[in-house]
């Protein structure tokens, strides 16, 4: 299987993304009222909450693939296409929510934040790695006919 210490190094590099993501985010520049503000896509939840809430996802995200790497590396795979697809939907929807448009998404902190001016792009192509990454490092990995052998045997 050589194979795998490439699969290793994806899943090491994507969960110090989701590492370095969640930091990020609790060290973001938000003023009192901007906490108390209604997230624009999530409008149940305040800012507070949701930058909470995404944290610990990312944090809990990133011990489950970094505790299984040895063990079941491909449970790791699976919750970083799962966390990766998660924070697609939410940028997307944020993107498109009434009164984002122009505005700098806080992912990574925002403009004050960690990385500048340029915490709108990071983010992109943090995400855009994950979620390029992993498809072809399923197909990579993928058994020949382990899917259709599967279906085979569930039928009656």
Do not use: Q
Not at 147 to 156: D, E, G, Q
């Amino acid at each position: 299987m050589a194979r795998m210490p490439l699969l290793r190094s994806y899943l090491i590099s994507a969960s110090l993304i989701f590492l370095l993501s969640a930091v990020a985010k609790i060290s973001a520049h938000y003023t009192p009222r901007n906490w108390a503000l209604r997230d624009p896509f999530v409008t149940f939840m305040t800012t507070r909450e949701i930058t909470v809430l995404a944290s610990l996802v990312e944090l809990t995200t990133a011990a489950l693939i970094l505790f299984n790497l040895g063990k079941r590396p491909m449970l790791g795979f699976g919750l970083v296409l799962w966390l990766g697809l998660l924070l697609l939907v939410y940028r997307i929807g944020w993107s498109l929510a009434p009164g984002t448009f122009g505005t700098t998404c806080k992912c990574l902190g925002g403009p004050g934040g960690l990385l500048g001016e340029h915490s709108d792009y990071v983010p992109r192509l943090l995400l855009g790695y994950i979620l390029v990454a992993a498809p072809l490092l399923g197909a990579a990995f993928a058994r020949p006919g382990r899917i259709l052998t599967a279906v085979a045997a569930r039928s009656p």
